[in-house]
């Protein structure tokens, strides 16, 4: 009898489970490409796509956008700039646009460069997040290769990024009639992600801003320490400057464009800007031509897809024109193929 | 186990003195312990470690890491490398201690083996890993050789013993070895123990029928040779006991000599996957040239300018160094074309397979109670791939059973038994077989299911009687009674104890015998016949006689013989029972059954004494003793009276011929090499339906010479080409012929050939210059048997067409002797349960039945090869498609490699993110349900065509990684060039933008997992879902305050994930990338299954198709046979056993009538034993009874 049962369950050790799994007979969907799948799907999205498409073209067509670039016209800033000499030299430059159209609502003001390449791999690491958390000011590895000055004193913020920060100062005037000259108010805040803003970039904790930065030293190409960026607003210097914020989140493109200011709503400018003449006053800082770059100004509306953008509209457009084109071709073939399949079989 | 891993130098000759130990260990020779394991705890890690590293992509992978830590160059973190390169070094370390795990266990459980062996005067159980040279151990009957002994004495007389070699060469008939005179004395223990002779022999070698050596004792040299030895890996049969010398033990053992290092097998996938890997490694190099020129371009032009914000590094110098540092930059980063984790996931896969096949409930035998097992891990995808199987023929298409079937008494036949439906019933659906109670002496394994034949029996019809009277006398069996009534048979071959058996049941009881005398219960009569002469069976006559004399004095001759001699010895007077009991002949033969013709004649008492005088003086003969005895033979045996026909069920193992049948539909080549003779092999192959009589023509090569069969071969090739030239598709023949190509018109010629080859005959055509004129023959013939192959020649048929036909060869056997071919062959199939393992050892996968073979091609086979190939596509596809952006990228960044993706997701993106579904497809993935893959054999044809992955699929799925990388970059460009956010901020930043292709490639992999996974288990959907689910919830964990307030450095990315993701054009991006991606993709797919179906497509969809398909299904299963004449005779029967019984030497002498003890010719029938073997041992184109040779 022992044994008995020994071999039986001998037996069953054995012995292959007999589950679903094991014998590969999961419960399973088999996906099939039928045509009752496949074409409706194709009109469907096609038509998505169409739709999506058409609207995409109409918000943007609906942004009012003006761009103008100013190395050019700034050429005599641009040619001092070039040397480094010059680098405490004042050079400031108008200039005057007109804007056709009245843009409505917000407005947003921005610095454009082109071929100014912040995506470079060595360029994109040179920073240090916990300097910039104002945990620890003099921490700064990896800001190769701006990391002390000639004496070895760290450099806050340090790195090829914080030294290379946009400097120029760009003033908007509105002229409603050829004498009169109105500042159009402009903020510099919100202008930044609140993440950034609020968890990314810390001041050093002290009362005194400017004792918190004492033992470092200022990036070679700054004019002010760190903490006298905004003369007019103290509560918008030191790492939380929003300039520097905007500017430390690097871009990914060479050419692109950076939010600057937003067009303070009051005033004659409460509903956006009105249609007239305009000028940008420009503090120019920032040499681009050494690297063949350009600068640029743009004053822009949004709507809820952002700004203009006629590349998304048209992709889908287009996109679902192919997709009709091919859903068309498509059952035409089928139907083809199909009635050849039952004369085939009968 | 330290013992056995002993080196030491070559020997000269080997020493062994019996009973001293001391004498013995001087030599250090191995010891019985024998280690297939490879690695010990101390040893596993560095050895793993070093043999993992010689893997070149391991190395690969490390030469990265080390590139990584260079801080100029290193564009992407350490641990972006080290992590999956941990992860695979610690799977397979895992995978392999297990496998070594599972060899230890069953070195463990060989070396633990019991065996008795002599220490000191006493006969002490030892295991068989402490058996040493020169030991004496005692071997019991059916119990496994533990060494290559020398054989000292045993149970029988005159120190004869029994093997039986099928572990070794596959040979199943036993075979007798003698102990040398001077030890067969040496019965027991006291003697042996004195025994101190000393063998001086060769060194250890792997010829299994050769030995030369000398024994030393008192004085005296006394020569041995293989007739003396009994090998490890033989089992002794019939006899009691027996004692041996160890000569060598272990690893010397010419088993384990045989038996070599297992080669490393690698599937052609493999094969092709690192013609890949290296493909992709010039493309990547080539990809790394192309950047690191415009890299030098671009830091001449812009980036010296540039300098003003960012210095060049203080090591750069020049534009060109710059280029130089930014090639190996671009090498780390675009080094995921080859992701590392691409050998794991096949492996895993591949392990995951295997696990299918062992828990396989259709592939596990409930007789033996042995599941199907693979064991070896990685050749699955290659089962789905065979196009040539090499099949061993006994214990593996057949049982090695022979069971008496049916027969032809006087022209009426017995034993056709018929199931409701017509057709030969199974063993299980039978009725109940005859009840054989009347008869005590019956075997009760016997069964036979005609009654009819008993009645015949009872009633006492005389032609019956006189059939079974001449069953049970005309043979050389010896019986074995050592209770009253229990009744054993020493049969020499199987076919003889069958009809012997036979006999006895139906109450003609054979019970003993003595050189002079036969004794048969005759329906419960003993009567006692006198044997007067045995005319011994061999291979020329064919046909085996006895003549008696009978109690009542008259003489008879019984005859029993193949159809073909015995029908034309017949006395004319039997014409018309001839005609019947030929048709009888063909129905069996046709039945694949082994047949004899049964005849007797009456000789006269005048007649008998002069030819019994004239045979006297034929074997007294000096020359030419055999010719003579041959044609006095031939004088006696004619004029025969017939009684009819045995038909001998050679018994197949279950589903033999279906399942070949069906491996023929799914155009796989079944060749069977057996050692067994001719007619034995063509029986099986007609028996399993590989031979038919529908066959055009089977050719029989059975040349001894080389021109012999050059001319056989060129004959049956011209044949072929004459009739499919006749069926006039006009083109010239010898034009193709001579061109060097092998793929000849061979293969499309017209009609069904088969092509039989004998063993001496392949031997020539195996030759450097006939090979390939064999190989076109044989592949131009629709089957293919060679039979009296050695091992080594069924490894050099093997060898041959995986040399010329770059086809995927299967080898199935179940004996040692298969073991050569096993190893040969892509793939080794053993058939387990059997009392041998070497062949399962030897093997890739096992299992107990050849049926389960068409499971394993057609159901795990097909499978795995096409999840494997999905695996594949699907895994290049997405690596190019994540990789080739930094390319793109490269353009816009200056080629400063840096990279899209955030460095997380670079390290997670091929471990995390994008490896489970892909698996789960490669492991799960069905296109047609099991049965429809039984059912369409023509399913299998893309694994042999090798359509589903081979190189223009690799270039389809570059191009399609490629083009969805283009758009994967080039969209998000599009968008991000103008766009911004909502809120009027910028959009375009490198982090969102990094967030934003990476989320479009996650989502585009996954969809298009989900388009290329054809089954979607629950699995699958848990690893798609759960891999897009785990994909955003890393990426919100990896963006958190949290982890950034730890690590600022290291997280940089912080808030990405919220502040990107919820920016509407973000997601309109990265629709847009999905659907661009993926519908040309769906519609290229759809068009294919419009235009151009696949068959598996077809299956899937209509069920039309199925019932036509089912018809021919069927119609192959008829049994085709028509009314040709074909001889069904095949005996496995050996020459000389006549004589040995006639010269009483193999009888004990307590069974003796001692009195009627004659000496003549005593010593002959060893003699002829001998011969027989040093003739085949000698020439292998001499071609006796031996195929045996090293």
Redesign the interface.
């Given at each position: 009898m022992e044994r008995n049962s020994n071999d039986v369950r001998?037996?069953l050790s054995?012995?292959?489970?007999?589950t679903a799994f094991?014998?590969?007979r999961?419960?399973?969907?088999?996906?099939?490409?039928?045509?009752w799948a496949?074409l409706p799907?194709?009109f469907t999205?096609g038509a998505f796509?169409l739709g999506?498409g058409i609207l995409?073209i109409l918000s943007a067509k609906s942004v009012k956008e003006i761009e103008i670039t100013y190395t050019s016209m700034c050429s005599n800033c641009a040619k001092l700039r070039e040397n480094a000499s010059n680098f405490y030299k004042e050079c400031t430059c108008s200039v005057p646009f007109f804007i056709p159209e009245k843009m409505p609502g917000?407005v947003?003001m921005?610095y454009k460069l082109h071929?100014?390449?912040?995506?470079?791999?060595?360029?994109?690491i040179?920073r240090?997040?916990?300097q910039?958390?104002g945990?620890d000011i003099t921490n700064v590895?990896?800001c190769a290769?701006f990391q002390r000055d000639s004496n070895g004193i760290p450099i806050a913020p340090c790195g090829?990024i914080a030294?290379?920060m946009f400097n120029d100062t760009i003033l908007l005037s509105y002229y409603p009639h050829s004498s009169t000259r109105i500042n159009v108010p402009l903020l510099s805040s919100?202008?930044?992600?609140?993440?950034?803003k609020h968890?990314?970039f810390q001041n050093p904790r002290s009362n005194n801003l400017p004792s918190a930065f004492t033992g470092t030293t200022k990036p070679p190409y700054w004019r002010k320490p760190v903490y006298q960026l905004d003369p007019e607003n103290p509560e918008n210097n030191g790492f939380l400057n929003n300039d520097f914020i905007?500017w430390m989140?690097?871009?990914?493109?060479?050419?692109?464009?950076?939010?600057y200011r937003?067009i303070h709503r009051t005033g004659p400018f409460a509903n956006g800007l009105p249609a007239g003449n305009y000028s940008f006053d420009i503090a120019y800082n920032f040499?681009v031509t050494?690297?063949?770059g350009e600068k640029g100004v743009v004053l822009?509306t949004?709507?809820?897809?952002?700004?203009?953008?006629?590349?998304?509209g048209i992709?889908?457009l287009t996109?679902g024109a192919?997709?009709w084109l091919?859903a068309f071709s498509?059952t035409a073939?089928?139907l083809k193929?199909k009635k050849r399949n039952i004369v085939s079989?009968s | 186990m330290a013992l056995c891993t002993k080196k030491r130098p070559p020997e000269e000759e080997r020493r062994a003195r019996a009973n001293d130990r001391e004498y013995n260990e001087k030599f250090q020779y191995a010891s019985n312990c024998i280690k297939t394991s490879k690695y010990n705890i101390v040893t596993f890690l560095p050895v793993n470690l070093f043999e993992q590293f010689q893997e070149v992509a391991n190395t690969y992978f490390l030469f990265l890491l080390i590139l990584q830590l260079i801080p100029q160059i290193s564009s992407l973190s350490w641990f972006t490398t080290i992590v999956p390169l941990v992860l695979v070094l610690t799977i397979t370390a895992v995978k392999d201690a297990t496998d070594d795990y599972f060899r230890h266990k069953s070195d463990n459980q060989v070396n633990n083996r019991q065996s008795q062996v002599l220490i000191s005067g006493i006969l002490q159980q030892e295991q068989w890993m402490n058996v040493r040279v020169g030991d004496i151990i005692k071997l019991e009957n059916n119990q496994f050789v533990a060494a290559d002994l020398l054989l000292l004495s045993s149970s029988e007389p005159h120190g004869l013993c029994y093997i039986e070699t099928a572990e070794l060469d596959g040979e199943t008939n036993m075979k007798v070895r003698q102990a040398i005179p001077v030890t067969s004395e040496l019965g027991d223990i006291n003697k042996l123990a004195k025994f101190d002779g000393e063998v001086i022999c060769e060194p250890p070698n792997n010829k299994l029928d050769k030995f030369s050596g000398t024994l030393y004792w008192k004085e005296n040299k006394f020569p041995l040779s293989n007739q003396n030895m009994l090998l490890r890996g033989c089992v002794l049969r019939n006899t009691e006991w027996c004692f041996g010398l160890v000569i060598f033990a272990g690893p010397d053992t010419k088993l384990m000599q045989n038996s070599g290092r297992t080669k490393f097998k690698r599937t052609s996938i493999d094969r092709l996957m690192n013609t890949l890997v290296l493909w992709i490694f010039g493309f990547l190099v080539c990809m790394g040239v192309i950047l690191a020129i415009g890299n030098a371009i671009w830091e001449y032009e812009v980036g010296v300018r540039f300098q003003v914000y960012l210095p060049w590094d203080e090591a750069v110098d020049s534009a060109f160094f710059s280029g130089f540092l930014s090639f190996w930059s671009y090498i780390i980063i675009l080094n995921t074309v080859v992701p590392i984790s691409l050998y794991v996931s096949v492996e895993v896969i591949r392990l995951g397979h295997s696990y299918f096949i062992n828990w396989d409930k259709k592939m596990y035998c409930m007789k033996k109670r042995t599941p199907a097992e693979a064991r070896t891990t990685t050749l699955n995808e290659e089962l789905g791939q065979v196009e040539y199987i090499f099949s061993d023929k006994t214990g593996t298409l057949t049982q090695n059973i022979m069971i008496f079937n049916k027969c032809s008494i006087y022209g009426r036949s017995y034993g056709d038994v018929f199931d409701v439906l017509g057709h030969k019933a199974e063993l299980g659906e039978r009725p109940e077989p005859i009840d054989f109670s009347f008869n005590p002496l019956a075997d009760k394994k016997f069964l036979f299911w005609d009654p009819s034949l008993l009645e015949a029996v009872k009633v006492g019809d005389p032609h019956t009687h006189e059939f079974f009277r001449l069953l049970s006398l005309c043979h050389t069996v010896m019986s074995e009674e050592k209770n009253e009534g229990e009744l054993y048979y020493k049969a020499q071959s199987p076919d003889e104890g069958a009809l012997v058996t036979a006999a006895r049941n139906f109450g003609f009881v054979f019970r003993s015998r003595t050189p002079k005398t036969i004794t048969v219960h005759e329906m419960g009569k003993a009567i006692t016949y006198q044997l007067l002469a045995i005319l011994d069976f061999n291979n020329i006559r064919k046909r085996m006689s006895v003549i008696v004399r009978n109690s009542e004095g008259k003489i008879r001759l019984y005859c029993k013989g193949a159809d073909t001699i015995l029908l034309e010895r017949l006395h004319p007077s039997n014409h018309e029972l001839l005609n019947t009991t030929t048709d009888h002949l063909n129905e069996y033969a046709g039945d694949g059954l082994r047949t004899l013709v049964l005849a007797y004649k009456d000789l006269e008492e005048d007649y008998y004494e002069e030819w019994a005088e004239r045979r006297l003086r034929a074997s007294l003969a000096q020359d030419s003793r055999e010719d003579r005895l041959a044609s006095v033979y031939d004088e006696v045996e004619n004029d025969m009276m017939l009684l009819g026909a045995t038909a001998i069920e050679d018994k197949l193992q279950q589903g033999v011929p279906e399942t070949i049948a069906l491996l023929t539909l799914a155009n796989i080549k079944i060749w069977v090499l057996t050692g067994d003779k001719q007619e034995t092999a063509v029986n099986i192959g007609y028996s399993c339906k590989m031979l038919t009589d529908d066959m055009t023509e089977v050719f029989i090569v059975t040349g001894h010479t080389v021109l012999e069969v050059r001319e056989e071969l060129r004959k049956a090739r011209e044949k072929m080409m004459e009739s499919s030239r006749t069926v006039g598709n006009g083109f010239s023949y010898q034009e193709k012929l001579s061109s060097s190509k092998l793929t000849s018109v061979l293969e499309a010629i017209a009609g069904e050939y088969a092509l039989v080859i004998n063993g001496h005959s392949l031997a020539h055509a195996l030759e450097a210059d006939m090979e390939l004129e064999f190989l076109e023959t044989a592949c131009a013939c629709k089957a293919v048997i060679c039979c009296r192959v050695t091992p080594l020649q069924k490894a050099q048929v093997v060898e041959l067409v995986k040399k010329y036909k770059k086809a995927v060869t299967l080898a199935i056997g179940d004996g040692a002797n298969d073991v050569s071919m096993i190893k040969t062959a892509h793939i080794g199939v053993g058939i387990s349960g059997q009392e041998g393992i070497q062949a399962v050892l030897a093997s890739d996968y096992s299992f107990s039945q050849f049926k389960f073979l068409q499971r394993l091609l057609l159901v795990h086979g097909r499978w795995s090869y096409l999840r494997m190939c999905k695996f594949l596509c699907y895994f290049f596809y997405k690596n190019f498609a994540f990789t080739m952006v930094h390319f793109w990228f490269g353009f816009f960044c200056g080629f400063s490699a840096q990279t899209v993706y955030d460095q997380y997701f670079i390290t997670l993106y091929n471990i995390v993110y994008t490896s489970l579904p892909v698996l789960a497809m490669g492991v799960f993935d069905q296109d047609v349900p099991e049965q429809r893959s039984m059912e369409y054999p023509k399913l299998y044809e893309p694994g042999q065509l090798n359509l589903l992955f081979n190189k223009r699929e690799f270039f389809i799925c570059i191009a399609q990684g490629i083009y969805t990388s283009v758009l994967m970059f080039f969209i998000p460009y599009g968008v991000f060039a103008e766009a911004t956010r909502d809120d009027g901020t910028q959009l375009a930043d490198y982090q969102s933008f990094a967030v934003t292709v990476a989320t479009s490639l996650v989502i585009v992999v996954s969809v298009q997992i989900g388009l290329d996974t054809g089954y979607w288990t629950a699995i699958n959907h848990f690893f798609i879902w759960g891999s897009l689910a785990v994909y955003f919830a890393i990426l919100f964990a990896m963006h958190s305050k949290g982890l950034f307030e730890m690590f600022p450095n290291q997280f940089r990315f912080v808030g990405n994930a919220q502040n990107t993701l919820a920016q509407p054009t973000v997601w309109f991006t990265i629709v847009l990338t999905t659907v661009v991606c993926i519908m040309p993709v769906v519609a290229f797919r759809f068009l294919k299954l419009d235009l151009k179906p696949e068959l598996s497509d077809t299956v899937r969809y209509t069920q039309l198709v199925r019932k036509k398909q089912k018809a021919q299904h069927r119609c192959m299963r008829r049994v085709g046979r028509t009314g040709s004449r074909r001889s069904g005779y095949a005996f496995s029967h050996q020459e000389g056993f006549g004589e040995l019984i006639m010269s009483g030497k193999n009888m004990r002498l307590s069974s003796l009538a001692l009195s009627s003890f004659t000496t003549r010719s005593s010593s002959s029938w060893i003699e002829t034993l001998r011969r027989k073997k040093s003739d085949s041992a000698s020439s292998p184109s001499g071609g006796a009874d031996k195929p045996l040779k090293g």
């Open positions: 001998g037996l054995r012995m292959p489970d007999n094991k014998q590969q999961l419960p399973a969907w088999r996906s099939h490409l039928t045509a496949v799907g194709f999205t796509f999506m995409l917000n947003y921005y071929n100014f390449y912040q995506n470079l791999r060595r360029y994109t040179s240090n997040n916990r910039l958390l945990e590895e990896n290769p090829a030294n290379s919100g202008i930044t992600w609140w993440t950034d968890i990314k905007v989140r690097v871009a990914a493109l060479p050419t692109f464009k950076k939010l937003r040499p050494v690297f063949k822009s949004v709507t809820w897809s952002g700004g203009s953008n006629l590349f998304l992709a889908y996109t192919v997709m091919a498509m073939v089928h193929m079989e | -």
